[in-house]
């Protein structure tokens, strides 16, 4: 019965540990937590400067657009007024280019009824030229709308560059069309001022349209991006639930770059402005510090880990100490008694001093029968010499404990496989040996289990033929064997034909199932006990025939090919039969003192199956290299 005390000092080291594993938990579990806040607090700022800077550009193409929308009021307001003569429009043509004082502004252009140019900014020649096709001219025509058109991005027919337009409508007297007043503004303008914000390698600075229509992004001097429809990404899909400005995270349509952003509608004109930063820019400070912060807290977890573990340890062994020293003091019977392992002491003559009741169920016979008796008594004759000398060394003192493992008698179940673990005992008095304690344990299914292991490791999973190690082997023992005794060693090298374009046709599971099948066959050809069948690698195999000469050696191989023939396995990769074939390889040799080794019989098989190949496969060739074979073989 366990008390309370020594429960009490079996759970200290598990105390301990669990105080360890807490505090390194507790330390990793707050240095997540805090570069998670960091991260977030990276991204709150990168929000805030996205912000700002949305502020700034909306504010920026506000000012631009107010001033083109004050420049076509006054225009149209003038026209209106003094109408659109000949002399109204010469005079016009020397005002405006006096209207073009900012770098804002493109081109200021009017047009009559009919999209006919009547006056503009550039020094062209407009005589032939009409917009009547553009789309904000057909809007004015068709609409009374008086107010500013900001209209999509176009190329400008007079130079070409993209451009945005801001147009009015001009009315006669009588309210009917009479032309439109326009104004261009560089889609450039927008790019080089958007250039002068840091947003990142990867971040970008864009005026939009309410429809989604790109009018202008940073880095686009090209203007690959200009004119875009956007209409269909989400931001705008929810327009009219989101509020006038937000942050907004996206993945970019236009270049596949997951973004932070902000963006703001104008509360006067039709447009909105996103500036975004690079999710990964933002956060690259931070991974990089985060590496830095993290790999510190783990060598600190590490090292207390460590530490802690030693700590343990300690705590553990002494523990073992006490309890062992405790252990010393119990009566060595009631120990024994409980050991579900047949626990022994054997005397200075070998005989059995005690026995534990296990050894009833372990051997099937009781301690009554045993007691008196020879110690080696039951153990298999050819482990006794071993068992004896072992006990004998350690009742000379030569050692002080041996492990080993032998057959012992069952007493009905015949030979079993058991341990023994031995250590001498001394008298309490006088410190001399007075005999062994051993502790036998039933290893029989251990054996068992190891044996099928050592199986295992010679045999190929796929085909149950030997593996590649095994023949190696074997190979090595026949060729010695057969130099020793003066016969001939036979090799057959066989090769599925156009094995890949099997699996690539029919699948792999079907190229197993055609291994499997060749390796019966294999397997019934390989009859002698010295014969070895193997799989000798992917879908190359061998057969070794010992003491077997060049004609038993085709005439195997030949039947190994027909048989498989025989099964019909479809392979229509494999013309012209349109069957799974093999391509055999066959070498025989007369191992002598002159001969190398083994391998000139595996290159000339080599060889052989080469030749095969080469010559129309399925079908068997001998090689001429180490015993002529006759042509009509092959």
């Given at each position: 019965m366990v008390t309370s005390r020594e429960l009490g000092k079996t759970r200290l080291p598990l105390w301990a540990a669990g105080f360890v594993v807490l505090i390194c938990v507790t330390i990793l579990g707050l240095s997540a937590w805090r570069e998670?806040?960091?991260?977030?607090?990276?991204?709150?700022?990168?929000?805030?400067?996205?912000?700002?800077?949305?502020?700034?550009?909306?504010?920026?193409?506000?000012?631009?657009?107010?001033l083109a929308d004050t420049i076509l009021v006054g225009l149209v307001h003038r026209l209106e007024l003094d109408g659109m003569g000949p002399d109204t429009i010469e005079k016009l043509q020397t005002y405006l280019?006096?209207?073009?004082?900012?770098?804002?502004?493109?081109?200021?252009?009017?047009?009559?009824?009919?999209?006919?140019?009547?006056a503009t900014t550039e020094q062209i020649d407009f005589s032939r030229l009409n917009n009547s096709d553009r789309e904000y001219f057909q809007r004015h025509r068709d609409s009374p709308e008086k107010g500013t058109l900001i209209g999509r991005p176009i190329k400008s027919r007079a130079g070409g560059q993209w451009i945005i337009t801001a147009s009015r409508r001009i009315d006669r007297p009588d309210g009917s069309f009479a032309g439109v007043a326009l104004l261009t503004i560089d889609v450039a303008y927008f790019v080089k001022f958007y250039e002068r914000f840091d947003v990142g390698p990867n971040g970008s600075a864009s005026l939009l349209n309410n429809d989604g229509i790109m009018l202008a992004r940073s880095r686009d001097e090209s203007g690959v991006f200009v004119g875009r429809d956007l209409s269909k990404a989400p931001l705008f899909r929810e327009w009219k639930k989101r509020p006038v400005a937000a942050v907004y995270y996206f993945k970019s349509p236009l270049d596949g770059v997951q973004r932070l952003s902000y963006y703001q509608r104008s509360s006067r004109y039709p447009l909105m402005v996103l500036a975004s930063k690079s999710q990964d820019d933002v956060l690259t400070p931070w991974r990089r510090a985060a590496v830095t912060r993290v790999t510190f807290v783990l060598g600190l977890v590490l090292l207390i880990a460590v530490i802690g573990y030693y700590l343990v340890r300690q705590l553990s062994q002494r523990q073992r100490m006490a309890q062992a020293l405790a252990a010393n003091e119990a009566h060595f019977r009631l120990l024994a008694e409980q050991s579900s392992d047949m626990v022994t002491r054997i005397g200075l003559d070998n005989r059995l001093l005690y026995v534990s009741p296990s050894?009833?169920?372990?051997?099937?016979?009781?301690?009554?029968e045993l007691l008196g008796k020879s110690a080696v008594a039951g153990i298999h004759e050819e482990d006794m010499e071993r068992v004896e000398q072992a006990i004998t060394a350690l009742k000379n003192g030569e050692a002080e404990e041996a492990r080993f493992v032998y057959r012992q008698r069952h007493r009905e179940n015949g030979d079993i496989w058991v341990e023994a673990a031995l250590h001498v005992t001394r008298a309490s008095d006088s410190g001399e040996i007075d005999g062994v304690v051993a502790v036998v344990r039933d290893?029989?299914?251990?054996?068992?289990?190891?044996?099928?292991?050592?199986?295992?490791?010679?045999t190929d999973g796929l085909t149950g033929l030997a593996n590649r190690r095994t023949f190696d082997e074997r190979l090595t023992d026949e060729w010695a064997r057969a130099r020793r005794d003066g016969t001939q060693l036979s090799l057959l090298l066989i090769d599925v034909d156009h094995f890949k374009k099997f699996n690539d046709h029919y699948g792999h599971l079907a190229g197993d199932g055609c291994l499997r099948a060749l390796s019966r066959i294999l397997s019934a050809h390989a009859r002698r006990p010295a014969d070895l069948a193997a799989r000798y690698g992917g879908e190359e195999f061998a057969v070794l025939l010992p003491d077997t000469g060049p004609d038993g050696c085709a005439e195997v191989g030949e039947a190994i090919r027909q048989a498989l023939r025989d099964l019909a396995m479809l392979h229509a990769q494999n013309p012209p039969s349109r069957l799974v074939t093999v391509s055999v390889?066959?070498?025989?040799?007369?191992p002598s003192e002159t001969t190398a080794d083994a391998s000139t019989l595996v290159a000339a098989a080599d060889r052989a199956l080469y030749a095969?190949?080469?010559?129309?496969?399925?079908?068997?060739?001998?090689?001429?290299?180490?015993v002529p074979w006759p042509a009509k073989t092959a």
């Open positions: 998670w806040e960091t991260r977030n607090a990276d991204l709150r700022n990168a929000e805030i400067d996205m912000a700002n800077l949305a502020h700034s550009l909306i504010q920026h193409a506000d000012d631009t657009f107010e280019p006096t209207r073009k004082s900012s770098d804002r502004i493109r081109g200021i252009f009017v047009y009559d009824e009919t999209g006919r140019w009547l050894c009833q169920r372990m051997i099937g016979w009781s301690p009554d290893m029989t299914e251990q054996k068992d289990l190891q044996d099928k292991l050592a199986a295992l490791a010679t390889g066959a070498a025989a040799s007369l095969a190949k080469d010559n129309g496969r399925d079908r068997l060739v001998m090689s001429g290299q180490v």
